[in-house]
């Protein structure tokens, strides 16, 4: 694989039950091309969170995805209600997330510190009102092991 | 243990069938997938009493090979398909999440690790 592959997808806001097929749809992809393993597991995760996100406060969104040999960057758009405090967001626990999302099993205040987590980079570009734009690399092979 | 061990175990009903040969050796128990994200590493077996697709998926981004729904909870169609289509397998049983957990513990599947 010399090239990078690219995808898009979108992510339905209205359907919870739809909320991980773009990342479903990524890890298939980099599990045929023979990705690392540990890689596509980080890949995964992050991405999933930040679909779920996205259902979650956003309405859903865009996914952008970029394969290369050395790393898979992912964007994640939407024209949500933006992040007020992103410090606060990324602090475990504290979540926004209503009642009835917390019953479905998220909204523990997990997701960006996760996302976090499983990503080599990370970056959130957020406007209160206009949406989010969430930028995650993971590296094919990462130096260490996390 | 093998996932045929598990229903033995755990006397299940099987309502998807993966590999039922398949090995597994770790699980996790947790009704919180945010949880089962954040802090689950080679697991290959998710007990939980939540029944909607979205457990499916997080068992799916984990690598996990079995999903067991606890206090004889019945998953809808809908979870059901997803776990064929993913070539999961799914198994309900009347235990509680506690038992189900002590039982499965005690005749030999581990915690794994425990990844933070």
């Given amino acids: 694989m010399n090239n990078v592959l690219s995808f898009d997808y979108t992510v339905p806001g209205d359907d919870f039950t739809r909320a991980g097929e773009a990342s479903s749809d990524v890890k298939h992809k980099l599990k045929k091309i023979g990705y690392n393993p540990e890689a596509i597991r980080k890949v995964a995760i992050a991405m999933y969170e930040g679909e779920i996100n996205m259902v979650i406060h956003a309405g859903g969104g865009n996914a952008h995805v970029d394969i290369s040999p050395d790393r898979v960057n992912m964007v994640l758009r939407d024209h949500g209600p933006g992040i007020e405090n992103v410090e606060l967001a990324m602090r475990e626990g504290y979540s926004t997330a209503p009642e009835k999302v917390r019953a479905l099993g998220f909204g523990a205040g997990m997701g960006l510190p996760n996302i976090k987590k499983y990503t080599d980079s990370m970056k959130i570009d957020t406007e209160v009102g206009k949406g989010t734009t969430l930028y995650m690399t993971v590296l094919a092979e990462h130096k260490t092991a996390r | ?116």
């Fill in chain 2, 1 to 116: 243990m093998t996932v045929k061990d598990v229903i033995r175990i755990l006397d299940a009903e099987v309502v998807s069938e993966g590999d039922l040969g398949a090995e597994v050796k770790t699980a996790c128990g947790s009704d919180m997938m945010s949880d089962v994200l954040a802090f689950v590493k080679d697991q290959s077996v998710l007990l939980t009493g939540l029944t909607n697709p979205q457990v499916v998926r997080t068992a799916e981004m984990m690598d996990m090979r079995c999903i067991i729904f606890v206090r004889g909870k019945d998953p809808g169609a809908d979870v059901i398909a997803l776990a064929k289509q993913k070539d999961m397998t799914v198994l309900k049983t009347n235990h509680r999440m506690f038992t189900a957990c002590g039982l499965l513990y005690t005749n030999g599947l581990s915690g794994g690790t425990f990844s933070r």
